[in-house]
């Protein structure tokens, strides 16, 4: 079993709806959270990271973080065809010089 | 300013060859780290160096991989014997390391070993 699971879609969504993407992991000892962006054929550039459990907004992205459940989500509001892209969570357990342990992505399709 | 290069964009190889990949971190940044992204899997930890040391090498699958980095800048990371399972897209990343928590991307190496 992987440490960090995420479904990798393809999920299709309409211009304007609201996007919910997730991950689940099974190693209590992470405790930072990111989600990073790839477009295809482009490196991966980070959208959100966050600490404590709790949610945090940024535009119209919004980061949730559940410990207790060791799950995560993204949700991205009004998801426009821009928003097509590969979502990667990833997270590690000590901030710096420390790799991160990166779920598969979830490929979002946003029609017009 | 310039962002993290990576070198070749795209390798096309025979199997038992060797190759090499070069990463042009961001100037400054001390932390540099190789991932590895193969069809339907995420990124693949393989290895990470503070300056010009690495601390960890956990994440390289066999003694047919090994990397370097000199003068705390470019790094190259080389597989010998090349495998068809070598197939990937290798990543490399860096960031200005203690304490930070952004890894910034390139646009990575497209590996193909026929």
């Known amino acids: 079993q992987k440490e960090v699971e995420q479904d990798p879609g393809p999920l299709s969504v309409p211009e304007g709806a609201i996007v919910s993407l997730n991950c689940t992991y099974s190693n209590s000892a992470f405790q930072y959270f990111m989600w990073y962006r790839q477009y295809s054929r482009k490196g991966p550039e980070l959208l959100m990271y966050?600490?404590?459990?709790g949610n945090k907004e940024d535009g119209r992205f919004t980061a949730q973080v559940d410990k207790s459940s060791k799950y995560i989500s993204l949700f991205i509001r009004d998801s426009q065809p821009s928003d097509s892209a590969t979502y990667l969570c990833?997270?590690?357990?000590?901030?710096?010089?420390?790799?991160?342990?990166f779920g598969t992505g979830t490929r979002l399709l946003v029609s017009p | 300013g310039a962002g993290v290069s990576q070198s070749p964009s795209n390798k096309v190889t025979e199997k038992g060859k060797d190759v090499e990949l070069r990463c042009d971190p961001i100037s400054g940044h001390t932390a540099l780290y190789w991932y590895r992204q193969s069809l339907g899997q995420g990124l693949e930890f393989l290895i990470y160096?503070?300056?010009?040391?690495?601390?960890?090498k956990s994440g390289l699958p066999s003694d047919r991989f090994s990397a370097e980095r000199t003068g705390g800048s470019v790094s190259t990371l080389t597989i010998q014997r090349t495998q068809q399972e070598d197939s990937a897209v290798y990543l490399c990343?860096?960031?200005f390391g203690q304490g930070a928590y952004e890894q910034y991307f390139g646009p990575g190496t497209r590996l193909t070993v026929t």
């Open positions: 990343a860096s960031s």
């Open positions: 966050t600490y404590s459990s």
């Open positions: 990833a997270m590690t357990m000590v901030m710096g010089f420390q790799k991160l342990v």
């Open positions: 160096f503070q300056g010009n040391s690495a601390p960890d």
